[in-house]
Nanobody
Framework: QVQLVESGGGLVQAGGSLRLSCAAS????????VGWYRQAPGKQRDLVAR???????DYADSVKGRFTISRDNAKNTVYLQMNSLKPEDTAIYYC???????????????WGKGTLVTVSS
């Protein structure tokens, strides 16, 4: 089985930083496009940042200049470095990835269970 596990969430004060990790495990052939999403209470789940296989990135306007998405293919891990955090960043953050797995070599989309980020004033 292929699984995604997020970690790194927690409680921080405004202006602080956190680094979220999304670790994939299982019989992985390749990890393709990976995105970080977040969902605040009472709101829809929105894309925060995305990184392609080639390393191209996209960010939501609300996090540009503050968040950085990166990947370490050798570790099957994608990171979201979050700086200058604001209270409005408070949400559950989810990792989403397109993964090709062994032995089927079939691509599927996976979601992690999320990690909570709380930013206090």
């Amino acid at each position: 089985q292929v699984q995604l596990v997020e970690s790194g969430g927690g409680l921080v004060q405004a202006g602080g930083s956190l680094r979220l990790s999304c670790a994939a495990s299982g019989s992985i052939f390749s990890i393709n496009t990976v995105g970080w999403y977040r969902q605040a209470p009472g709101k829809q789940r929105d894309l925060v940042a995305r990184i392609t296989t080639g390393g191209n990135t996209d960010y939501a306007d609300s996090v540009k200049g503050r968040f950085t998405i990166s990947r370490d293919n050798a570790k099957n891990t994608v990171y979201l470095q979050m700086n200058s955090l604001k209270p409005e960043d408070t949400a559950i953050y989810y990792c989403n990835a397109d993964i090709t797995y062994y032995p089927d070599l079939y691509g599927m989309n996976y979601w992690g269970k999320g990690t909570l980020v709380t930013v206090s004033s």
